[in-house]
């Protein structure tokens, strides 16, 4: 039980264009799904938390008109990086928490990594 | 505020002897606690997690932890390890608003 995936698993763009990354929770219900970038070598570092059915909270320095959130269902958050450009490459990775507390453990997707040329 | 110290950045142990990884938390209330195992280009796996009662907590994968409060330690343990547990090992507790804190991150390296 509590699998997430991410699709694409990896995507190569061009510099300027749009990419979509989805995050679903197969076997549970999230209420609240987590965005997060990491760089090689280094922790996860959050970028927003997404609660079904309203608007993400992003964390300080993060630019909510780059990095679109939607969590438009209990199963399903995505992540639009609009107008990407080859900073932005980096290995972006999902979390899904059940209902129930908040203090509830986070399941993670396998990560999409993502290269803008 | 909570957070989790990692103090050992990368670790070298032989394949079939014992593992040990520190934790320290920063919290003054019983924390919740996570262990996290990622393998390279792969997301996080949740091995274990403490909430409250018993103070060792069993996880997947044959690894352990205990929370040590007089220590403020929350120490993962495998007895003898498989070159399949070589990866990046991350403690993580959660802030007040459910956000996970992660430590810094231990690289363990298995040896034949």
């Known amino acids: 039980g509590a699998v997430v995936s991410q699709h694409p698993s990896w995507v190569i763009c061009k510099s300027g264009t749009s990419v979509k990354i989805e995050c679903r929770s197969l076997d549970f219900q999230a209420t609240t799904m987590f965005w997060y970038r990491q760089f090689p070598k280094q922790s996860l570092m959050l970028m927003a938390t997404?609660?079904?059915?309203?608007?993400?909270?992003?964390e300080q320095g993060v630019e909510k008109d780059k990095f679109l959130i939607n969590h438009a269902s209990l199963t399903l958050s995505t992540l639009t990086v609009t107008s990407a450009h080859p900073e932005d490459s980096s290995f972006y990775i999902c979390?899904?928490?059940?209902?129930?507390?908040?203090?509830?453990?986070?399941?993670f997707g396998p990560g999409t990594r993502l290269l803008v040329l | 505020a909570q957070s989790v110290t990692q103090p050992d950045i990368h670790i070298t142990v032989s394949e079939g002897a014992s593992l040990e990884l520190r934790c320290n938390y920063s919290?003054?209330?019983?924390?919740?606690l996570f262990w996290y195992v990622q393998s390279p280009g792969q997301g996080l796996q949740l091995l274990l997690k403490?909430?409250?009662?018993?103070?060792l907590v069993q996880g997947i994968k044959g690894f352990e932890a205990e929370f040590k409060r007089s220590q403020s330690s929350f120490n993962l343990r495998k007895p003898s390890v498989h070159w399949s547990d070589a990866a990046e090992y991350f403690c993580a507790t959660t802030d007040s608003w459910g956000k996970l804190q992660f430590g810094a991150g231990t690289q363990v390296v298995v040896t034949p």
């Open positions: 979390s899904a928490r059940g209902t129930g507390t908040a203090s509830g453990a986070q399941y």
């Open positions: 919290y003054g209330a019983t924390p919740y």
């Open positions: 403490y909430f409250s009662g018993d103070t």
């Open positions: 997404s609660n079904e059915g309203s608007k993400a909270t992003y």
